[in-house]
């Protein structure tokens, strides 16, 4: 849910609560629709919140599947 | 305090911007590869700006509100002569650097929503010139690199522009022989070479308050040679 939070206040997604996003669900294109300008957006937000660098594109793409993956980034790459 | 960081900020044009920054209240970073000169009033350290892994670390240790890009070196060879490993360290030191830095130390602009990014570019970039075939194409790379990098940012308050001087008195010029120096000197209508406090002159505005309406621009500072 922390993470559900972090994304719609660091996006700024006003049509979406943390609640409506399903832990599976993607997030970009189908799904939430997610663009590459909310990837960065993300991926900042992320650094800053979890210590947690997604570095580039490549990685991101992974991380960025859906709630799910993104959480399991995260959690395996705390220090 | 606001951070900033030079590249190439020990000696020449970039020197003279970490000091005019240092003067406007910056805390300054001067990186150099290998000029290790001490420079008032800033902090030195060395950091290669081809080094990926050393720039990673100088940006998880501080976050720049300004980054001044000057690191650089001269190896003019007419390009029907010039050795495949004197291209790639040119493109690599004047261009993927810009790359390799602003990947990292934008990160933070974005999340505190400002920033400035200042490249140091060249009238070779504009005019061409004999000799720098790898030079000029990596500066009018970096004149690519601002324009859309401004675009990507510039929703967070980030500006990023370039400055291109034309012929600057520096150590890296004095090597120059007097037949090319009157050459060059020939096309200035100011007729003299500039300072490199006159180039820092533009960078401190661009750096500053003053400039946050400029984005996505190359300014000459050549005399009027381009």
């Known amino acids: 849910m922390e993470l559900k939070k972090l994304l719609v206040d660091a996006l700024k997604l006003d049509d979406v609560t943390p609640e409506q996003i399903e832990d599976a669900a993607p997030l970009f294109g189908e799904g939430l629709g997610l663009d590459s300008i909310d990837a960065l957006e993300l991926a900042v937000a992320i650094e800053r919140r979890f210590k947690v660098s997604i570095p580039d594109e490549e990685v991101g793409k992974k991380a960025f599947r859906s709630i799910d993956t993104l959480a399991e980034y995260v959690s395996t790459h705390a220090k | ?66 980054v001044v890009l000057a690191a650089g070196s001269r190896r003019d060879v007419l390009l029907a002569m010039m050795p495949e490993a004197d291209f790639d ?75 291109a001087p034309g012929l600057v008195e520096t150590e890296g010029t004095q090597s120059l022989d007097a037949r090319v120096r009157e050459e060059l000197l020939a096309g200035v209508p100011l007729a003299r070479a500039g300072r490199p406090e006159e180039v820092a002159h533009a960078v401190r505005w661009l750096a500053s308050d003053a400039a946050a309406y400029i984005t996505g621009q190359v300014i000459s500072v050549d005399g009027g040679l381009t």
Request: with cysteine; charged share 20%.
């Open chain 2, 1 to 66: 305090m606001k951070n900033a960081l030079v590249t190439g900020g020990t000696r020449g044009i970039g020197r003279a911007c970490a000091l005019a920054l240092a003067e406007d209240g910056f805390a300054v970073t001067a990186a150099y590869a290998h000029d290790d000169v001490a420079v008032p009033g800033v902090t030195t350290r060395r950091v290669d700006v081809t080094d990926a892994a050393a720039i990673d670390a100088l940006c998880a240790e501080i976050e720049f509100d300004v």
């Open chain 2, 89 to 163: 360290d040119v493109l690599r030191v004047h261009l993927k650097s810009a790359y390799l830095i602003l990947r990292r130390a934008l990160r933070p602009m974005i999340a505190r929503r400002g920033g400035r990014v200042i490249a140091i570019s060249s009238a070779s970039a504009i005019l061409g010139r004999p000799g720098q075939t790898h030079y000029a194409a990596a500066k009018a790379g970096l004149h690519g690199l601002v324009r859309s990098l401004a675009r990507e940012v510039a929703r967070y308050g980030i500006t990023v522009n370039a400055v």
